[in-house]
């Protein structure tokens, strides 16, 4: 292990979690790895090959994104955005599509999902090499297994909160050869491709690049860097699980693409001392790579 990986590594375990991370410049140049092929839960970080799948419809004209469209009590799961409203919403595509990166909205993305289909994200993947990166279904199929597995018929947040803490870990959503799951590489590599036009077509990949940098969290990769640096990224959350994955700007040009996944030690609903080492972690990495240069 490299000394940054070591301190990186550090800075996990002393907020409680185990960590994975790959981080690399766009373009090509140095990397910075610890666990970068592991497999990890994706949560909603697989909302980035959506993303992608729903810019290059968009792109082909195959996909109006000035069409409006319903979100009906069929995705109303609870949680923010549409998937917390308690009548159905009506919204162009791109303000689906804006509200599932931005904000993680689950409802808008399961809508957009089943739009495109399956098939379409799954090309996304196989067009970019992404074969350790696995997509089961979209955030129903998630949610709907934790409900399964709890053997109840409450919302997963319910389920959850009146379940054995024993269950919540045999989950499959948290396991990573059971579930939605990636390795910190492969997604670096997806947004690296993002980033220089090779996910899909020039107006795709700009599409996807503007709406990841209106992301409204600034609690994990961001807490890492100052404000006259540009983030642009997805988080992912689950039980235990505390994601990010995005790209750094510096006010250099330089840009950065980091995926950092972690698995906490506790299944508590807040984890600061988590989120807070995934923009550490990240900022010892990009120091590293600036550094190399």
């Known amino acids: 292990m490299s000394s940054v990986a ?9 907020a409680g979690a185990q960590g994975f991370l790959h981080a690399r410049e ?24 959506v993303a992608v799948a729903y810019a290059r419809e968009v792109a082909a004209g195959r996909l109006d994104e000035n069409e409006r469209t319903t979100v009906t009590s069929r995705y109303r799961v609870g ?18 599509a804006l509200f599932m990166m931005t904000m993680s909205d689950n409802a808008a993305t399961d809508v957009i999902f089943h739009r495109v289909g399956q098939a379409a994200v799954d090309q996304v993947l196989a067009d970019l090499a992404l074969h350790r ?10 949610t ?18 009146s379940a054995d803490p024993a ?31 090779v996910a899909g077509p020039p107006e795709a990949c700009e599409l996807v690049r503007d709406i990841m940098s209106r992301q409204i969290w600034p609690h994990r990769l961001g807490s890492g860097f100052e404000s006259d640096v540009e983030i642009a990224a997805k988080t992912g959350s689950l039980p235990a699980i505390r994601n990010e994955a995005g790209v750094v700007t510096y006010p250099d040009g330089r840009r950065y693409a980091v995926a950092v996944f972690t698995r906490a030690d506790s ?14 972690a990240a900022r010892l990495a990009v120091d590293e790579l600036r550094a190399r240069r």
Do not use: N
């Open 79 to 96: 949680g923010i955005g549409t998937a917390g409203c308690a009548d159905d919403v009506t919204m162009t595509w791109r303000d689906l």
């Open 167 to 197: 269950k919540v870990w045999q989950l499959a959503v948290l396991d990573p050869t059971r579930t939605t799951a990636s390795t910190p590489r492969d997604i670096t590599t997806l947004l690296d491709a993002i980033w220089t036009d």
């Open 144 to 161: 709907g297994s934790i409900t399964t597995e709890l053997g109840g018929d409450e919302s997963p947040d319910a389920a959850l909160d």
């Open 267 to 280: 299944l508590a609903g807040r984890q600061p001392k988590v989120d807070a080492a995934i923009g550490r």
């Open 6 to 14: 070591a301190r990186i590594s550090a800075v996990f375990r002393s």
């Open 133 to 142: 990166t696995r997509l089961i279904g979209c955030c129903e199929d998630l």
């Open 26 to 49: 766009v373009g090509d140049g140095p990397e910075i790895c610890l666990g970068a092929d592991d497999p990890v839960v994706l949560a909603s970080v697989f909302k980035v090959p």
